[in-house]
């Protein structure tokens, strides 16, 4: 098994929310139509709180698969473990891909971009939407444009709902 491959799941998992939450984030103060700041602000906090909350989360179902199989008498092997059974290394990498993949849709705000900044954030975030779900072909049979496509459209439709939440609460407050 290839040395990622322990951790693919947790990856792309991480990788994946850490995309669609921050864009979703972003979608949603500019449909309320928002100050660009409240996007950084609410966008940091998001990678750090989300991601640590994700990290968490993994850890604590990783250690209760961990201590179910232990307590029905399915002892873990020493095999299991160094094939990624350690719930820390678990969260770590979620935590690890939701920051740093959770970043991009906030680079063009980031960087102070003025001009088109949220088609910016719509290219960049499309990008790192297709790229991590074709970079699952590294370890996985599926076609790599079919995953990219499948994260994509995922994004786009989880960024499609915050973007007209944001809009109509946005409306109505």
Not at 35 to 56: E, R
Not at 130 to 139: A, E, K, N
Not at 141 to 162: D, H, N, P, Q, T
């Amino acid at each position: 098994m290839h040395r990622m491959g322990k951790y693919i799941g947790d990856i792309v998992y991480g990788a994946n929310d850490g995309i669609i939450t921050t864009f979703a984030v972003v979608a949603g103060v500019v449909g309320a139509e928002l100050a660009p700041k409240v996007i950084i602000i609410l966008g940091i906090a998001n990678l750090l709180a989300d991601g640590f909350s994700m990290a968490a989360s993994n850890y604590l179902a990783r250690k209760s698969e961990q201590e179910y199989e232990s307590s029905s008498g399915t002892a873990i092997t020493p095999a299991e473990l160094q094939t990624g059974r350690r719930p820390i290394k678990n969260a770590l990498a979620t935590f690890a891909a939701f920051v740093l993949a959770g970043a991009i849709p906030l680079l063009p705000y980031l960087f102070g971009l003025q001009t088109n900044v949220f088609r910016s954030a719509i290219f960049a975030t499309s990008i790192a939407l297709f790229t991590v779900g074709s970079l699952r072909t590294l370890i996985t049979a599926v076609r790599w444009w079919r995953g990219g496509l499948e994260m994509l459209a995922i994004g786009a439709l989880a960024s499609a709902v915050a973007y007209f939440i944001g809009n109509l609460l946005g409306d109505l407050i």
